[in-house]
DNA sequence: TATTGTTATACTCTATAACTATA
DNA sequence: TATAGTTATAGAGTATAACAATA
């Protein structure tokens, strides 16, 4: 009788080893990114710009849980490459709408068709059942990633905007 | 997420999804640390000192995925905190062994009883399927951050170049 | 010549603080 | 006062390059 039966009781060692698994993970999808092309905030903010449609600064910062600020440059960034726009938003004159330019389209859709990256590789390489259970831990993951500060709530109201369709 | 019935394809929707879910978890790992305290990676390399004992820069190096230069960076600041020292190996001396001190097994162990940090919080809040769910992925998303490099190995770098300057 | 490790340096990503403009 | 956004600055984390010592 261990964890199973106390499911209150996560062991630390697993929470260790998620830590661990996410954390070389995410070092591996920061390298395999070819420098001068986009990083990973950029690549999320381009598709959820093309599957959500127009939004502004603070809706993407809290959909991809970071500071306006910390949205504020990744924006310029695809701003300056001009893959996004921005248009002053119809009522309220202190927001700014960013969408897609036709070149952001057409980048999402190149990344999306052609490039396959290694991520996409390296889950083939799993079999059936693993995958399946890969992908049912997705959702898992982003949980834990958004939700409930321990002490100090970022700045993450229960908001209805989701990632990943 | 769905279409799992042809297994030769991933989409890449899944890909995308569980790039965006393991950046946001890695960026809320990073911002709970407490500064001042261990970052991320030098917990990993604490518990991996703790676990298989004393080993070389290039050793952890290899094992975290990372450059020995970095992997340098964070065995000098946990020798600054006291919690590794170095030792001489006994037949090459090229190499250095470190191990941890008894500051340094304290503190992991402080970590691992006292601590409970948000992860494991997080974790406990999902329900017993979902854990289960969770941990069986952990190692399927250790694999994908370990393993085969698409065009550059890490492990095995060719030296196609050598200093001529 | 290859390997282990160090030092110096630079870059990427994100955060905090301070500010302006609008509501 | 509260919200949207910008600018300036700082920091963590990791990488590359150049180097020295040893094998």
Same mark, same amino acid.
């Given at each position: 009788?261990?964890?199973?039966?106390?499911?209150?009781?996560?062991?630390?060692?697993?929470?260790?080893?998620?830590?661990?698994?996410?954390?070389?993970? =995410?070092?591996?999808?920061?390298?395999?990114?070819?420098?001068?092309? =986009?990083?990973?905030?950029?690549?999320?903010?381009?598709?959820?710009?093309?599957?959500?449609?127009?939004?502004t600064t603070a809706s993407l910062a809290r959909a991809e849980a970071m500071t306006p600020q910390s949205m504020g440059?990744?924006?310029?960034?695809?701003?300056?490459?001009?893959?996004i726009e921005r248009h002053p938003h119809p009522t309220d004159r202190r927001q700014t709408l960013l969408a897609l330019t036709a070149a952001g389209r057409c980048e999402r859709q190149r990344r999306s068709a052609a490039k396959r990256d290694w991520l996409v590789a390296a889950m083939e390489r799993l079999d059936e059942a693993e995958r399946r259970a890969l992908i049912a831990a997705i959702p898992l993951i982003a949980r834990l990633g958004e939700n409930e500060g321990p002490a100090d709530s970022r700045e993450a109201p229960p908001r209805a905007e989701h990632a990943g369709g």
């Open positions: 009788m261990s964890d199973v039966d106390n499911p209150q009781t996560v062991p630390e060692a697993d929470a260790a080893a998620l830590s661990m698994a996410v954390r070389q993970l =995410f070092r591996r999808l920061r390298a395999e990114a070819e420098p001068g092309a =986009f990083n990973l905030s950029e690549v999320s903010t381009l598709a959820r710009l093309d599957l959500h449609g127009p939004a440059a990744i924006l310029v960034s695809l701003e300056r490459k001009g893959l």
